[in-house]
């Protein structure tokens, strides 16, 4: 069978406000709008006779989404292998986690730090999330398959004391946890502008490699990590390069809410990546994406 992934974007509501949030021009004029269960059956049902075998549901926080278990519940119906990106706001309470978790295959949750006090200010609403217990209703409920750790990194976390942080609670999860990657942020430049941007969100390429590289020496992990949307000639070694693209972009397929189908990401490189004159000669010219075409515009100098 023929891997397809089917992404759908069938929810807007979100308990966050994360600084680094792409979306967050969206969240307060879409906040109330509601996709009804009869236009999920009728996508869901579309697309698996089209030969999708996965979907993602998209768009901030699925839990907290009404139609959310209605969804879930159809595409196992429907024998779709179902992923689900979170930042785990219910899966502290026990009796949400062991509602949700049968009906989920892969799962990616977002953990921006582990710090509470660095939790309420990157999220802005001062909502924290115990990821401890988010792990122990994990391992009690879910029958995993594939299980992501995800951190974008921004201006509060990228040092290698709070990432130490992070790897340190991961570490003791290790054998449920099949990837960990931190994710150098997409960036709205237009939304935020320059000031918010360079304050906030763009890590110059060298710091993350430097904090990168205190991490290698201060600990062995039990885990494997990765460095997403960092460009390769950044990273600390080239063991990163096999680690580093984390998506099949050709199998995947976007429908936004009014049924228009994104353009096929077989031509275009992902999430504003740019590549310069520069990078002719580079000898990861056909793995790596480049920098975030933004970063230019950011610090004011060339890549």
């Known amino acids: 069978m023929n891997y397809k992934r089917l992404e759908l974007y069938l929810w807007w509501k979100c308990n966050y406000k994360c600084i680094f949030c792409i979306e967050r021009r969206y969240i307060d004029e879409f906040y109330d709008k509601k996709i ?6 009728k996508k ?47 899966l502290p309470f026990e009796d949400k986690a062991k ?23 990157i999220n802005w609403v001062k909502n924290v999330i115990n990821f401890s217990r988010v792990f122990e209703n994990i391992k009690k409920y879910w029958k995993w398959k594939f299980l992501k750790i995800n951190t974008v ?35 709205d430049y237009g939304y935020y502008g320059r000031d918010y941007c ?4 763009a890590i110059r390429y060298e710091d993350i490699r430097d904090e990168f590289q205190r991490l290698e020496e201060l600990y062995k992990w039990n885990i494997l990590y990765k460095i997403i949307d960092v460009p ?10 096999e680690l580093t693209d984390d ?12 049924g228009e189908i994104f353009k ?40």
């Open 247 to 258: 998506y099949n972009y050709q199998a995947r397929l976007k429908e936004k809410e009014d």
């Open 232 to 241: 390769f000639c950044f990273l600390p070694s080239e063991k990163y390069i």
């Open 44 to 90: 869901l049902i579309k697309y698996k006779k089209l030969g999708y075998n996965h979907v993602t549901f998209l768009w901030w926080e699925p839990f907290i989404q009404e139609n959310f278990l209605f969804a879930l519940k159809l595409a196992k119906k429907l024998w779709y292998t179902v992923l689900v990106t979170t930042n785990g706001v219910l």
């Open 36 to 41: 009804e269960e009869s236009e999920i059956l």
């Open 198 to 201: 360079k304050e906030n969100l």
């Open 153 to 187: 990194l921004n201006k509060y976390n990228y040092r290698s004391e709070v990432l130490f942080g992070i790897l340190s609670l991961l570490d003791d999860y290790s054998d449920i946890i099949s990837e960990v990657s931190f994710t150098y942020p997409d960036i």
């Open 264 to 303: 096929n990401w077989e031509f275009e490189i992902p999430r504003r990546r740019a590549h310069t004159l520069k990078c002719k000669w580079c000898k990861y010219l056909d793995v790596c994406w480049g920098y975030s075409s933004d970063y230019v515009r950011i610090w004011r100098e060339k890549f």
């Open 99 to 121: 509602l949700f978790l049968s009906y989920i295959d892969e799962l990616i949750i977002s953990i921006p730090v582990v710090d509470e006090q660095l939790q309420s200010i």
